[in-house]
């Protein structure tokens, strides 16, 4: 980590709890139980933990894309549940990068398009310029005007890194960012990752890629909804050992 304690704490997350009601009567599924953590700017935090963790659910509720049920999250010192639906959006939209599981690439747009969107919304100079660095930085500067049904998984999820990279977001999301991806591609990816938290800037990332979480400044192993352990400075030892006593079976390497 390279932010010093005095400067804003970029995401400050405080109690959180997140339900879901249950489907035709049943009870409600708790998947958060008084979570707390903070991220500071310049660092880079992975959350692991077993399936059925709540791992991409709290991931979700960082981000400000799904509300808490109990708690408090608060976004560059701003309380996201006090702001309104516009605000939220435009935060989001200045500030905050989010690579999805499932991409979320809009079809009729080119991977070029797609990864100046962010930048295009924004009305900031130089997005195209950005958005085709970016794509040279992850290896497709050659696929600039394919469709997304044109490229493959692997490369449909770089152009969503790339479109991350382009926005010049302040804090990053990544849910499995690598689980597309062959090894070399994953390398490079998480290698782009781990170089964008710097300076003001950080990256909170899922993964079940313990390699990937030993290249963040501290790994968080979720279990049942609550943080069971927190690492610094970990190696992928220190994660395989701490994902095990979570209750998650990993194979030996």
């Known amino acids: 980590m390279t932010g010093s304690a005095d400067r804003l704490t970029l995401l400050d997350v405080e109690d959180v709890t997140k339900e879901f009601d249950g489907v035709r009567g049943a009870a409600q599924t ?23 963790s709540g791992k991409s659910t709290l991931l979700y509720c960082l981000a400000g894309l799904e509300p ?20 939220l959006a435009k935060l989001r939209r200045d500030q905050i990068g989010f690579v999805f599981q499932a991409y979320n690439l809009i079809p009729s747009l080119s991977a070029e398009e797609n990864a100046g969107l962010p930048g295009r919304l924004a009305r900031r100079k130089g997005a195209a310029s950005a958005a085709r660095s970016a794509l040279e930085a992850v290896g497709l500067s050659s696929r600039g005007r394919f469709l997304p049904g044109k490229l493959s998984g692997g ?58 979480a030993s290249r963040a400044d501290r790994v968080l192993v979720l279990r049942d909804g609550v943080i069971h352990a927190e690492l610094h400075a970990p190696t992928s030892e220190n994660v395989l050992e701490a994902v095990r006593a979570a209750g998650e079976e990993v194979p030996a390497a």
């Not at 808490?68 to 605000?87: E, M, P």
């Open 68 to 87: 808490v049920s109990t708690g408090r999250v608060k976004l560059f010192g701003r309380d996201i549940a006090t702001l309104g639906r516009n605000a």
């Open 155 to 212: 490369q449909q999820q770089r152009v969503a890194i790339a479109r991350v990279l382009a926005s010049g977001a302040m804090l990053v999301f990544a849910d499995e960012p690598t689980g597309a991806l062959d090894t070399r591609t994953g390398e490079q990816v998480l290698s782009l990752l781990r170089d964008a938290a710097t300076g003001e800037r950080s990256v909170v990332i899922v993964t079940h890629d313990l390699e990937a």
């Open 30 to 52: 708790t998947v958060l139980r008084g979570v707390s953590l903070r991220v500071a700017p310049g660092e880079m935090v992975a959350i692991v933990g077993p399936s059925g």
